[in-house]
């Protein structure tokens, strides 16, 4: 119905106006790939990408992390997962809901999801295998 749309319509609206974005902690193929669809953003508080590379340093890379985790408008932070397990000490002591972190795998690294902390904890509670 017209009245169902219009009420859709505010939803989404709503939704649009929180303006969260998605941060990307990556390799640069990963990190490449989701600036060209579009999630790339520079503002005030920085921006929302890292491009991991080989001399990147892990204080820097646990530094954005906990960077993105505090900013209002960050809503997702997506991480390969092979370099959230170089980070794992500092994920296992995260424990916020928003922003959510997801790890992602990666060209050259499959995912693994009993390396995934957050599976991990979904399994405990859920009392079941992967």
């Known amino acids: ?77 997506l991480i390969n997962q092979h370099i959230a397990n170089d980070i794992r000490h500092v994920l296992k002591d995260y424990n916020q809901t928003i922003p959510t972190v997801l790890e992602i795998p990666s060209k050259e690294h499959p995912y693994d999801p009993e390396q995934d902390y957050i599976m991990q904890r979904v399994n405990m509670f859920l009392g079941g295998g992967l």
């Open 1 to 77: 119905s017209d009245t169902a749309m219009r009420t859709d319509k505010k939803k989404i609206e709503s939704t649009m106006e929180v303006g969260k974005v998605v941060a990307v902690i990556g390799d640069e193929d990963t990190v490449t790939g989701f600036l060209l669809a579009g999630v790339g953003h520079r503002n005030a508080d920085g921006a929302n990408f890292l491009i991991v590379k080989q001399d990147t340093k892990m204080s820097q890379i646990e530094e954005s992390f906990q960077a993105f985790t505090q900013r209002d408008d960050v809503g997702i932070i």
